[in-house]
């Protein structure tokens, strides 16, 4: 009896289709429906095959199979907001990991399916243009479950800055991204979201920037075939490094432009993708993990600093995650003085181009113009305020990462903590901020000179010159001085043929190291009170 019933229950249940079988249930959700069709599918042949889905963190940890990128048919149904709309309680921050695939991942076909919309058709792609439409949290938190075994969850630590500045800072190190630069996410999201036949042509790239360094990376990565056209004049060691990663790096052209020029050529010709950091929803999402990431690691935030600057997709991105996930945490842009394009863009109501920089490889990514109206209008309506600094407070920025954080970092990845170093943010004295360090792709040759002019914006590093008389002794005794006030000499020189003073006297030229401000000012005056005809050398 008992096999009868059971024979009989079997038989009933087998006619059912997958969603009458669910619809008692209170747990059930449409973005699982191909999942839970495909346990009951039938065997005849009436019954309409369905596709086989790799696991999305196969996409890009599994080398030795093509890269897939999930349904392209039958739209799938809407997902359920209220699966969403709870996301970022206390319950998740104490390690609930139910709780984040359950309400946020979950499967994202309907999500990539609109990404993939801002792409365009196979007839016509050559460049990715920029999608009209604003991100939505659902986007950055599928970018975030997707993206999760290609790029690194950063650490954002406290920082022993600390007690210096007189609040709680974290430092979210996203320089430690395998190329060095926080543009991995936006790019790897991007490369994934592609069409299969795109994947297969591959894509084309210019400039020698994060972004390409980060397409030639993840492209190789995901066994799409990869191209950097660069100007003749880049420095070797960035083209090594593409190439090291797996790409084609052809160089052509003696301008950033000229390179460009011929990188959409040849992408017309050959059915390559044309990629450029532009504002696609795609790509912002992939950028808005950030938020995601630094809201989990760093409870109770008060406020979020990032780099501004023309390229504000990071701005942008992760605003969208955290104001979603707590309104109340202030989200702050920094940009430099000299090209303030971020705010000329928000004061005119649209993307402006600002005045050329003239130092573009010390400042990177940050001195480009404003690429488009999605990050600008994200910016406006999300970000609390945009600041501006010194040159000479990124310098000091970017040593105090060195030293007390044992960082090397380039102006781009500065720039968000030179506003804390020029106390421009005093309102955030005694509060907890986290504080983005985006990227570390610093070329040697700058290295040496940023240190050094650091170290003389610091006031650690001064020169002098005075005169004294060319007898044995005198030179031991300004040595003496300056060993009774533990000044440290780095250079001196001595002339004797140019000197317009009186005969048989030789003008000497000391450059010393001290310890800090109120020390060099010890130094000045002992010297002053021995040599009253002392010349300093002014910043």
Known sequence: MNFAAQFIYFRVLKNRSPRERYRQDEDYDPFWQSYAEQLFLKKDDNKIKKQDKPAICDLHCCKDV???NGLIGQKPPSINPERL????????????VKTWEMKIVSRNEELLRDALSCIPQPSSRTSLASCNKLIRFED??????????????????????????????????????????VKERGVLYLLMSLPQEQQRKGVIVALDSNFSMAVAYHAAELRVPVFVIVPTGTAPARARLCRDYGAMVISYGATAKDSQLHARRLAQENGYLYLEEEDSAVYLAGLGTVGLEMYEQVPKLDAVIFPAGGHCGLLA??????????????????ESESFPVLQQSLKAGHPTEDQACNNHHFYGDVSGVCFGSNSLQLTGKLVDKVVAVREEDILISMLRLLEYERATVDAEGAIALAALVAGKLPELKGKRVAVVICSGNLELYLLQQCIARALTLDNRVCRFSLVISDCPGDMSKLLEILAREEARVLDIKQERTFVTSELFTVEVTCTVETRDKLHT???????????P???????
């Open 521 to 531: 000012s010890q130094l000045r005056n002992a010297l002053l009170e021995r040599y």
């Open 85 to 96: 709309k709870d996301f970022g309680e206390e319950d998740y921050l104490n390690g609930d």
């Open 140 to 181: 950055i938190s599928a970018a975030a479950f997707k993206i999760q075994c290609g790029v690194q969850k950063t650490p954002c630590m406290y920082s022993r800055l600390s007690k210096q500045y007189g609040m709680d800072i974290y430092l979210k190190k996203e320089f430690l991204q395998y190329t060095g630069s």
């Open 533 to 539: 005809r002392t010349a300093w050398t002014e910043r």
């Open 317 to 334: 991105g992760s605003a969208a995650a955290l104001k979603h996930l707590n309104p109340h945490i202030s989200v702050i842009g920094v």
């Open 66 to 68: 093509p890269v897939r």
